[in-house]
T-cell receptor
Framework: GDSVTQMEGPVTLSEEAFLTINCTYT??????LFWYVQYPGEGLQLLLK?????DKGSNKGFEATYRKETTSFHLEKGSVQVSDSAVYFC??????????????FGKGTRLHILP | GAVVSQHPSRVICKSGTSVKIECRSL??????MFWYRQFPKQSLMLMAT?????????EQGVEKDKFLINHASLTLSTLTVTSAHPEDSSFYIC?????????????FGNGTRLTVT
């Protein structure tokens, strides 16, 4: 079945470091891909998304490119801040359904940014 | 922005009792809400899709008689864990979409941590 695999955490970086969180997926169709973020004590929020191959989603300095050839959607940020500390979830939508319904999540990667 | 309120945030109950978790869309109407479960260091697993005014659609392997879902209004869905057992201890999260906005993203509640003793 469809699945999402993302790098295990926690990931600990110093402020202003470059961030990459790897995410690969398995799907039979053409899913939409998402990154969600969960800040401490809050619910999940959509960070960015891409709906087709070669699309780049971006938000708050984060970027991820939908790579069909490598089935990947790695999250990157050039210079992280302490406020970026959170849990990040890679996710895909179920092919054949509405884009934002029945989302399949990865296990989440906890990110700690040290001042 | 759109807010989904989930209550309670934490609950501890004794084995054999039932626990109700509420999910409310505070400033929008949600014809569909989703219930997820997350075990430690595991993915969020979709349990069921809650449809206003009709029966919920459960994912394969989820016991519908154990996890009762009621979506009585456009702003409220409830998940009741019946006859809870320690293995039901988990983090439960709801989400909802604004039915009035095309391609509305999912809005998530803050989750409920259930501990069954």
């Amino acid at each position: 079945g469809d699945s999402v695999t993302q790098m295990e955490g926690p990931v600990t970086l110093s402020e202003e470091a470059f961030l990459t969180i790897n995410c690969t997926y398995t799907a039979t169709g053409y899913p939409s891909l998402f990154w969600y973020v969960q800040y401490p004590g809050e619910g999940l929020q959509l960070l960015l998304k891409a709906t087709k191959a070669d699309d780049k989603g971006s938000n708050k300095g984060f970027e991820a490119t939908y790579r069909k050839e490598t089935t990947s959607f790695h999250l990157e940020k050039g210079s992280v801040q302490v406020s970026d500390s959170a849990v990040y979830f890679c996710a895909l939508s179920d092919p054949g359904r509405n884009r934002d319904d029945k989302i399949i999540f990865g296990k989440g990667t906890r990110l700690h940014i040290l001042p | 922005g759109a807010v989904v309120s989930q209550h309670p945030s934490r609950v501890i109950c004794k084995s054999g009792t039932s626990v109700k978790i509420e999910c409310r869309s505070l400033d929008f109407q949600a014809t569909t809400m989703f219930w997820y479960r997350q075990f430690p260091k595991q993915s969020l697993m979709l349990m069921a899709t809650s449809n206003e005014g009709s029966k919920a659609t459960y994912e394969q392997g989820v016991e519908k008689d154990k996890f009762l879902i009621n979506h009585a209004s456009l702003t409220l869905s409830t998940l009741t864990v019946t006859s809870a057992h320690p293995e039901d201890s988990s983090f439960y999260i709801c989400s909802a979409r604004d039915g009035a906005i095309a391609n509305s993203p999912l809005h998530f509640g803050n989750g409920t941590r259930l501990t069954v003793t």
